[in-house]
């Protein structure tokens, strides 16, 4: 016989060997014990959860001839038969590929019919949210009141795309993400009955990597092992298989984001690159990461929350004390973003280092968390003493004799003001290229006493011009070249307003020195 997958070949065959699903699994058992079995059920959750297997446990244990408290026996003529798919009795359909009118046009001819052998013929209808709304509405009637020997079973991972009229007609069933600690022991149960020699925490790894999901944590497990075939599979093995990276990394990225050290984070990043780690997930478990550590800094009683040893968790508390919440649900948003960019990108590695960089520099952002990053990186250098070495350079700069200083320049008068709007091109043209063409469309006037004002058209160039620097700048500029200081005033202008007739228009003045180019023209 050829190689089956493990998540085949250890599909739960009774309601005893499903993990994860105790409030299903119960509430069916004693449906069937009792008598009191419905006619269509509605089996909603995320993948590999089980979904289908509960459903052909169900039509087993309905059919069965020596059902034990509800569960089938495994051995009647019946079970053998559902077991290895040779029963007409449970008809399994893929509403992917069988979703139209006909489909269930024949269900609805079939129906008719009682079953040749058993009690009740069971209908699995996988993917049941990709049926055509033609289809839900040929269905309708029939699931409404079929006949007493047709039970319908829908399986669906997205129970909202469902119509109502369908809901209503179902008994609903929420299958839940199957903890960690749950797929950890069956992983482990059934790595022992195939003879594997697995490390606890390998183990304990793919179940958090499965997301929930017992059929993905066998699908990992049987990826790593025959990688690794006749050796033990460790944690590392596991790591490198997945493309994962040790949670001391994520320590290390942290320490490096708190202290500044753009150039060291991004050293990491590179060497997880150059490890050939998957980098998306790589940005999903530090996210995790991040997370584990707000949570801890909410409460001490996250044990069973947090899903970690002790010593984790003793060393995960260590790390929280460093860093304050705000900061930390900066970090969180600006990781949970990239997520999201990553999904659709061809270039993860430069959205991460762009991240990252944004992490180790707040005032890259102009948000109330980037301020609160900031303020935080002020006290923490208050605290550590390092806001001394402004205040001696401050002194030491009060030693400086006075000659040696730069000479203030007196105000300019008016006659001054209007000469340098006279000039404005020839002293614009001196400037950076970027802040030339920040200019080249603003227009100019002469304002009260020293003062030049500038209108903006577009919001965006004024904000840019009001930053941090570049008013600075031109003001320096335009001081130096007249030899007087001036002080120049930004206005947003609005279309059509008659204020523009007290400008004038740069580019409407005889300029000798420069040639503005017009970025609109190709």
Sequence with gaps: MSYQALYRKWRPQNFEDVKGQEHIVTTLKNQIRLGRIGHAYLFCGTRGTGKTTVAKIFAKAVNCQHPVDGSPCGECAMCRAIQHQASMNVIEIDAASNNGVDNIREIRDEVEYSPTEGRYKVYIIDEVHMLSPGAFNALLKTLEEPPEYVI??????????????VLSRCQRYDFRR?????????????????????????????????DGSMRDALSLLDQ??????????TYEHVL????????SVFSRLLRCVMAQDAAGALKLIEDISIQGRELGQFVVDFTWYLRNLMLVQSSDQLEDVLDMSSENLAALKEEAGRIKQAVLMRYIRIFSELTNQLRYSTQKRVLIELAVVKLCKPQMENNFESILNRLAILEDMMERGVAAAPAQAAAETEKVPAESAPQSLSPAQAEDVEAVVGQW?????ELEMSTMMMLKDALVSAGTDNQIILGFHDDMKKS???????????EKAVSEHIGKEVHIISRLLENGRA????????????????????????
Aim: aromatic share 8%.
């Design 152 to 165: 319908f079973v829908l399986a669906t991972t997205e129970a909202h795309k469902i119509p109502v009229t």
């Design 178 to 210: 199957i903890t960690v600690d749950t797929i950890t022991a069956r992983l482990a149960e059934l790595a022992q009955k195939e003879g594997l020699d697995v490390e606890d925490k390998a183990l304990r790894y793919i179940a958090k990597a499965a």
């Design 224 to 233: 790593c092992v025959a990688f690794y075939l006749n050796e033990r599979l």
């Design 240 to 247: 490198d298989i997945l493309g994962a990276v040790d949670t």
């Design 425 to 429: 091109g020839k002293i614009i043209s």
């Design 464 to 474: 840019y011009f009001d930053a941090e620097g570049h008013r600075t700048s031109v």
């Design 499 to 522: 204020e523009e007739a007290l400008f004038i228009n740069p580019n409407k003045i005889h300029l000798e020195h420069v040639e503005f180019i017009d970025e609109d023209q190709d």
